[in-house]
Nanobody
Framework: VQLQASGGGLVQAGGSLRLSCAASGRTVNAYAMSWLRQAPGKEREFVAAIGRGGDSTYYADSMKGRFTISRDNAKNTVYLQMNSLKPEDTAVYYC??????????WGQGTLVTVSS
């Protein structure tokens, strides 16, 4: 499966962005999906995950209440709605298929920059 992340950009603190992760090669509903991010000089960290059917979602504590992960299996796409963005949310955001604790297939990443 190939994943293509998009939707990143420059936004002011307090603003919003919606990231998309489009899958090809295999239907995305075969996988649980996750978003992860890597800030400059930091390790990659978990952001959010969603089950195959979209009925279960999980978030890192710092994203709860601000970020929403969703999926549209008919469009083969997973989304990350990010609200109330903070400068510390600046990072490259990746989507990945989630297999238990393993992330197997990765998108190329999309850069989110939040200015103060």
């Amino acid at each position: 499966v190939q994943l293509q992340a998009s939707g990143g950009g420059l936004v002011q603190a307090g603003g919003s962005l919606r990231l998309s992760c489009a899958a090809s090669g295999r239907t995305v509903n075969a996988y649980a999906m996750s978003w992860l991010r890597q800030a400059p000089g930091k390790e990659r960290e978990f952001v959010a995950a969603i089950g195959r059917g979209g009925d279960s979602t999980y978030y890192a504590d710092s994203m709860k209440g601000r970020f929403t992960i969703s999926r549209d299996n008919a469009k083969n796409t997973v989304y990350l709605q990010m609200n109330s963005l903070k400068p510390e949310d600046t990072a490259v955001y990746y989507c990945a298929t989630k297999h238990g604790s393993v992330y197997r297939y990765w998108g190329q990443g999309t850069l989110v920059t939040v200015s103060s």
